[in-house]
């Protein structure tokens, strides 16, 4: 379940507000004027946590921030490591490499 997830996830006695599950949350560093690298989030469409992580992009993006949001259509969580070698893994794996590309100076 959600809850166990984040019970395992989160250092003891704390919630979802902690820094490490919301950047956003008012224990958290203000983001705003923090310089930021540009940002690539990929999550599974089916991935338990695949709001929050749209969430993180999109708020990032409204800060200024150069985020690019990459959803996998049908995948859950750890779907690369599940099956590395898999056509949707090696789509992934290019992605991610031309997100570097893009982005080197």
């Known amino acids: 379940s959600n809850r166990r997830f984040w019970r395992l996830s989160l250092p003891a006695g ?3 507000d902690h820094p490490l ?7 958290s560093k203000k983001l705003e004027k923090v310089d930021m690298d540009p940002i690539l989030v990929i999550v599974g469409e089916c991935e338990l946590l695949r709001d929050r992580a749209h969430d993180y992009a999109t708020k990032l ?3 200024g921030k150069k985020v690019e949001y990459v959803e996998i259509k049908g995948k859950q969580h750890g779907f690369f490591t599940n099956d590395p070698y898999s056509e949707t893994s090696h789509d992934l794996v ?3 490499n031309r997100f570097i590309l893009d ?3």
């Open 14 to 16: 704390e919630d979802r």
């Open 21 to 27: 599950a919301n950047p956003f949350g008012a224990g």
């Open 61 to 63: 993006a409204k800060m």
């Open 94 to 96: 290019n992605i991610i």
């Open 103 to 105: 982005n080197s100076i």
